[in-house]
């Protein structure tokens, strides 16, 4: 067993080959992190490595995915060459291509707080994701993967650690997103890809128009006092439209579905208290005709001419 590469420094994931046959087995674990997770081995086919990156190709199943493990060099002036190696390296890869780990770069002011943002290098690295087509996956649990302290207090943080996929990849993975996880002890936090169950944001939501509220009856007297009473000016009655909308959505005209599985829930009472009637009548026409069916009573001479109708 030998290590083709190794992050301890990023954190992000170490890639051991546990053989040097022709169909080795790649085996990705997080590093560095207190909470122990399981090892995962995929079969794997190495493909590509060098100082600052490692490629391989990864299958489960029919899914054939290329992964490029990356620690870019700290020395900017070595970046830069490097993102021209893995542009050529793009041009060899077909399908799916995610590349994970330390870039070392920035590409947005909000991806750092303190410092002098670099604007140069940051378009260098923005213009090598254009040419290769790769988009920036979403993350959560926090803005930041590398920290600086002095005396105790963060001076300079940055978000340098991140992954990044082409189209192909993004449409084999819609749901894949990073997770940014705690900080022990290296200056990086770890950051974990997950491939879905991306939580979702309760943020405010944006106001629509529902074509249901048409059908009540008390919608259109809304709209139209409304419109009344904005003064000629279509801003102020859209506004009052959609203030009054959400008023009468949630006071008014409620959960249709709510509504729906109660009035079901009646009609299910209703039906059974039918029932119940019904077997209160037959029992009571039973009893009435063993009192009175011997005689020419008028009860008895009406249920034969019902029973006569009916026949």
Known sequence: MFHLLDFPRSGIITVTPMCTSLKPTTTLEESGCSKKLPKIQLPSFLSDFNNYSITFTVSLGDAITTCTCVYASPNATMRTPFWTYLSDLNRSIAGPWMLIGDFNETILHSDQRGG??????????????????????????????????????????????????????RLSFPEAFIDVLCRTHSDHNLILLRFGGLPQSRGHRPFRFEAAWIGHVDYANLVSNAWNSSNHSTSVALNKVRENSIIF????????????????????????????????????????????????SSFFMLKLLLEGKGT
Do not use: P
């Open 249 to 296: 959505n949630k006071d008014v005209f409620g959960n249709i579905f709510k509504r729906k599985r109660h009035i079901e829930n009646r009609l299910k009472e209703y039906n059974h208290i039918l029932f119940q009637e019904e077997m209160f009548w037959y029992q009571k026409s039973r009893e009435k005709w063993v009192k009175f069916g011997d005689k020419n």
């Open 116 to 169: 002098i943002f670099n604007h140069s290098r940051a378009a260098i690295f923005s213009n090598f994701m254009a040419d290769c087509n790769l988009l920036d996956l979403t993350a959560i649990g926090g803005r930041f993967t590398w920290h600086r302290n002095h005396n105790g207090h963060r001076i300079l943080s940055k978000k340098l650690d991140r992954a990044i996929a082409n189209v192909d990849w």
